[in-house]
């Protein structure tokens, strides 16, 4: 403790010697933030072909019509437009493209709509490269996917499943249930695409004999109904399928169509919950599937033959709290595969036999691998993001198959992320720190720079002209555990004045807000604060990301314990610093972090006089299955950590300032948790401040102004709340 009171004061030193060259500088404000003065330039979304070319969507602004374009990874130049929409009759415009396997067909989608927060349906054409040749697939289809022999086109449409058999352009229906509200062919429903982040779920097998699909009957699942204030003159409802903690989900079963036979048969995976996985193996016949069960701490990977029937488990993996579902499964020639685990208390990458015998665990150490890239068969070697060089950076990796020759690719410190080409011989590195704006620059396989392809210097110039402060990183021990903190504090900061201090955080389970990255419009916002005299902190307290297994879930059964208790430690920490207001400490978060930040202002009423709260959750059994049972199990089980660490059970505890902010079209985190708190709060006869975004949704972004109109709202709060 004595060690990190020395550090602050050390750079509050330094800061002070600075004053003088803040006074012509210019201050951040809030239009600038939301009007997008400070964004930065960011790359074009690319997409890998085959051998050393990659393609872009671009858009021509003279005719208004899109076009697909391809360039050299090495060169950077353009070789060739494969699409115009100017030669396209009756679509100038598509919004979306993908390649069938040997790049000679192209899925060209517009006409989006929305169903969920990552799914939509659209309006979709088959384009043939050579010919030019131009077929309508459909309207309201979702996830159209090429065969791998190119021969037909698999895709969703109200609620069922079909094929597009594109040499007689004839459509196979394999599925005649599907209902909305009901029964789901081949998408996901509402928690599986949030939680379990897949919106597709059907797999062509290789050799494109075999359809693989998940069938979600989601008819005893309790509907939740959203009012919609809408433009009209009478308001409308929303009604979905939400399965909140404790209650039903979907029963999901896996089917297999088989496509010469169009028969449909159902895979018998005995017990479980979920099936958060499927991916067929390098083997056609062979498909693998995941499940889990309810509290998702028992998890399987099965080997399912489709010609035999056969079915096994050839991984399983269990832990007393729960188990994470990865992206990081890859099949090599002989079908052994590459799986990530926490097995040994760090994510690590593991190499296994086709049989699940594993055959060498490649990365070791105290810290996690925190992204996997891929495998390149040229050299054998895999790609990987990973925090060895400390929790709050990210470093691009190589390293043999066998765990050797490990080398470091990219910067050491700061946040770099790859985009691998197809074949992993190039990759385009993103890399940013608190004091280094978005990069982006090309590398070969082997690390070597070959090209800068966007610096922001720009943005960085102009910067300079701003009363930025400096974001100032710590570790230190709250609780028994080494915390990874930031500070942010006025560029005109005076070590003999006392200030307001308003902490930021999420805290949510695996998360991280203290890294070492560019700024976000949260952080120009702070900055902001900062200008106007308040010192901003942030502290990843446990349960949060990236420090091993057991730091991430030490919360399990009990969110908003430990985290609230970390937070509450962490102000008083501060409260006893000379240049800290003792009697102005805030604290503001969105979601889990609304959640804590209304804990914090109940449980720790004795040192924060203040709390900001947007689209909070007051009641973990108001949230959905998949993730609130994960960490908590059901409310069944757990009654206790459900009630105890809801804010609703200590309105009562209410002395600061409090804002509550949501949107009423909010289908993540339902604005039930904010009324149901507003009636605890009543019935404390408590006083507070309460904001209602109409038909706003969890980001609370659409409609004009609604950003700068939130954030001016949350300012003022701020300035009159923390009084400086």
């Not at 693989?212 to 809408?230: I, P, S, W």
């Amino acid at each position: 403790m004595k060690k990190i009171c020395f550090l602050v004061i050390l750079v509050t030193f330094f800061s002070a010697k600075s004053q003088s060259t803040t006074n012509n500088l210019k201050e951040i404000t809030l239009e600038e933030i939301w009007n997008g003065s400070f964004s930065a330039d960011r790359m074009n979304a690319l997409r890998s072909m085959n051998g050393d070319f990659y393609t872009v969507l671009g858009f021509n602004r003279e005719t208004r019509t899109a076009t697909v374009d391809k360039y050299s990874y090495e060169t950077q130049q353009k070789v060739e437009t494969i699409v115009d929409g100017r030669n396209l009759p009756n679509l100038d415009y598509f919004s979306s493209y993908s390649f069938n396997d040997n790049e000679t067909k192209l899925l060209l989608g517009t006409n989006f709509k929305q169903v969920y927060r990552h799914s939509y349906k659209g309006t979709y054409f088959i384009y043939d490269i050579a010919t030019k040749d131009l077929i309508s697939l459909g309207e309201d289809i979702q996830e159209p996917t090429f065969s791998p022999d190119s021969k037909k086109v698999a895709y969703a449409k109200d609620n069922n499943l079909y094929v597009r058999d594109l040499e007689g352009n004839r459509e196979i229906r394999v599925t005649n249930d599907g209902k909305i509200n009901a029964i789901i062919n081949g998408t996901t429903d509402w928690v599986y695409e949030e939680e379990f982040a897949f919106v597709k779920a059907f797999e062509w097998s290789k050799d494109s004999k075999f359809l693989a699909f998940l069938r979600f009957d989601e008819k005893e699942v309790a509907q939740f109904t959203m009012n919609v204030t809408g433009n009209e003159l009478y308001p409308s409802t929303h009604t979905f399928k939400y399965p909140k903690a404790g209650e039903k989900n979907a029963v999901v079963t896996l089917e297999l169509f088989n496509v010469p036979q169009r028969t449909v048969s159902r895979v018998d995976l005995g017990s479980y919950e979920y099936i958060p996985r499927m991916q067929w193996t390098n083997k056609p016949e062979i498909l693998s599937i995941t499940t889990l069960n309810r509290n998702q701490n028992d998890l399987k990977l099965f080997f399912f033959n489709a010609n035999t029937g056969n079915l096994k488990v050839v991984l399983n993996e269990k832990d007393e709290a729960y188990v994470d579902v990865q992206d990081n499964l890859t099949f090599l020639e002989d079908n052994s595969f590459i799986w990530t685990s926490e097995r040994d208390g760090y994510n690590h990458i593991y190499h296994y036999n086709e049989d699940g015998t594993l055959k060498n665990q490649i990365t070791k150490g105290d810290w996690d691998v925190t992204n996997y890239y891929g495998l390149s068969k040229t050299n054998n070697k895999i790609y990987y993001q990973s925090v060895e060089n400390g929790s709050i950076n990210r470093g691009v990796y190589a390293i043999g198959l066998d765990g050797s020759d490990k080398k470091l690719l990219t910067d050491k410190s700061g946040q770099s992320s790859a985009s691998f080409s197809k074949n992993m011989k190039y990759f385009i590195n993103t890399h940013s720190s608190a004091t280094q704006v978005p990069t982006y620059t090309l590398y070969n396989g082997d690390g070597k720079k070959i090209k800068t392809l966007k610096d922001n210097i720009d943005l960085y110039v102009k910067m300079k002209g701003y009363k930025m402060s400096k974001k100032e990183f710590f570790t230190y021990n709250i609780n028994g555990n080494d915390l990874n903190m930031w500070m942010i504090k006025p560029a005109d900061f005076d070590p003999t004045k006392k200030y307001p201090l308003l902490l930021f955080q999420y805290s949510g389970p695996g998360s991280q807000q203290v890294s070492n990255r560019w700024n976000s419009s949260n952080d120009y916002w702070h900055q902001m604060l900062a200008q106007k005299g308040i010192i901003v902190a942030c502290v990843d307290g446990r349960g949060t990301g990236y420090k091993g297994r057991d730091f991430k879930k030490v919360t399990q059964k009990e969110l908003g314990k430990y985290e609230v208790e970390d937070q509450i430690a962490v102000a008083k920490f501060f409260a006893n610093e000379n240049y800290i207001d003792a009697e102005n400490i805030g604290i503001w978060g969105w979601s889990y972090g609304g959640f804590m930040s209304t804990n914090c202002l109940l449980k720790g009423n004795d040192v924060f006089s203040m709390a900001i709260a947007v689209a909070p959750v007051t009641s973990w059994r108001f949230y959905d299955t998949v993730y609130t049972e994960r960490y908590m199990t059901t409310p069944q089980e757990n009654a206790s950590g459900y009630d105890e660490n809801s804010p609703i059970s200590h309105a009562d505890k209410l002395k600061g300032d409090y804002l509550l902010v949501h949107g009423s079209g909010d289908d993540n985190v339902h604005v039930q948790n904010t009324m149901r708190m507003v009636n605890a709060l009543v019935e404390a006869n408590k006083q507070f401040d309460l904001f209602i975004y109409p038909d706003r949704t969890h980001g609370i972004y659409r409609g004009k102004n609604t950003r700068l109109n939130l954030y001016t709202k949350m300012t003022n709060f701020v300035l009159k709340s923390l009084k400086n």
